[in-house]
């Protein structure tokens, strides 16, 4: 499994990505706590690994930017990776997993939730939505999986 992990680093070396970010909340508002990362970019030199991607607006309320980068050390079971905004540790199961803990992220309630009123279907849909924003704006803590 440890080989497996840094190898699997070190090869994935690629641009953009499929991935999705998850933001943890109760079981009941799980589906509409996953996004897809459309920009999910991620790239290997070495053992020099750097991810960039932006938060979901309707999290955030604009477009905050997230670098993490960090280096794949033969043998370790996490990698690690930090920026200015955030830190993340990673693990390889079937995907790779990386939870991430942010920091000084500018987040803009009233935008995200004007951004949730504009693309969910009903009252119960935006009262999720609205939900989700809230937990991540008091502990912004996330997962993404690719």
Known sequence: ????????????AGNLMAASYEVPVAAELKELAIFELQDFEKKTEGDKVVVK???PYVLVGNEE????EGK??????????VGDKAVATCRSYDKF???IEY??????????????????KNPTEV???????????TDPVGIITY
């Open 1 to 12: 499994m440890k080989t497996f992990l840094t190898l699997g680093f070190i090869l994935a």
């Open 53 to 55: 991607y932006k938060l």
């Open 65 to 68: 930017k997230i670098k993490l």
């Open 72 to 81: 794949a050390v033969s043998g370790a079971e996490e990698l690690l990776l």
């Open 97 to 99: 997993v990386c939870t």
């Open 103 to 120: 920091n000084d992220l500018d987040i803009d309630q009233e935008a995200a939730a004007s951004a949730i009123r504009a693309i969910s």
């Open 127 to 137: 009262s999720g939505r609205l939900e989700v924003m809230r937990a991540f704006s």
